[in-house]
C-alpha cells in the first residue's frame, strides 16, 4: 500500500512539473504556406540589410487561415522583430486575409488556435483569387477585428 500511494505521489509530482515548463512555440519563417498550427506558431521574417532604405518603405503583411470547418478563428499578433511595435490581437475567421500595413523593418506574426488551423503568412500584395478583404474603421491600415486576450505577456516573453 505504501508502496503504491508513494508511486501515486511521484506520478502526480512528475504531472505538475511537466505542465510547469512553458509551451515550446514552432518558429517558421516568412514567407511560409499551409503551416499547421494547433495553439501557438511564431513566424519570423528573414531580414536582409543589403538595402538601406528598407525602414523608410511601407508593404503589407498577410496572414491568411484556413481550416476544414467554417466556424473556425486564429488570434494574430504582428510585431517588430526588436518587440518595439505590437500590433493586434486580431481575430481572424476561416478563410480570411488580416492585411496589416508595416514599414521596412524586421517583423514577426504570432498565430495562436484553440483548434487546427493552416495558416499563410507573406509580404506584399495578396494573391486577387485569395477571399475578399474588408477593412477595419477601428484600426486604419488593418482588417477584422481586435479582441484582448491575456496572451500579451507571452508575446513579450519571445
Given at each position: ?33 499551409n503551416i ?72 514577426g ?5 484553440e ?44
Amino acid at each position: 500500500m505504501k508502496k503504491l500511494l508513494s508511486m501515486l505521489l511521484m506520478l502526480i509530482a512528475g504531472s505538475c512539473l511537466i505542465s510547469a515548463y512553458p509551451q515550446v512555440i514552432p518558429v517558421y519563417t516568412i514567407p511560409s504556406y499551409n503551416i499547421s498550427v494547433n495553439g501557438l506558431a511564431n513566424f519570423r521574417e528573414n531580414y536582409s540589410s543589403s538595402n538601406p532604405n528598407q525602414i523608410q518603405e511601407k508593404r503589407e503583411v498577410n496572414v491568411q487561415i484556413k481550416c476544414g470547418t467554417r466556424d473556425c478563428q486564429a488570434i494574430v499578433w504582428v510585431y517588430r522583430l526588436d518587440r518595439s511595435i505590437i500590433l493586434g490581437p486580431y481575430t481572424v475567421d476561416c478563410d480570411n486575409i488580416l492585411t496589416v500595413e508595416v514599414d521596412g523593418n524586421e517583423w514577426g506574426v504570432l498565430v495562436q488556435s484553440e483548434e487546427e488551423v493552416f495558416v499563410d503568412v507573406w509580404f506584399g500584395q495578396p494573391d486577387l483569387l485569395k477571399p475578399q478583404r474588408v477593412k477595419s474603421k477601428t484600426a486604419p491600415g488593418c482588417i477584422f477585428f481586435e479582441r484582448p486576450i491575456p496572451l500579451y505577456q507571452d508575446l513579450q516573453n519571445l
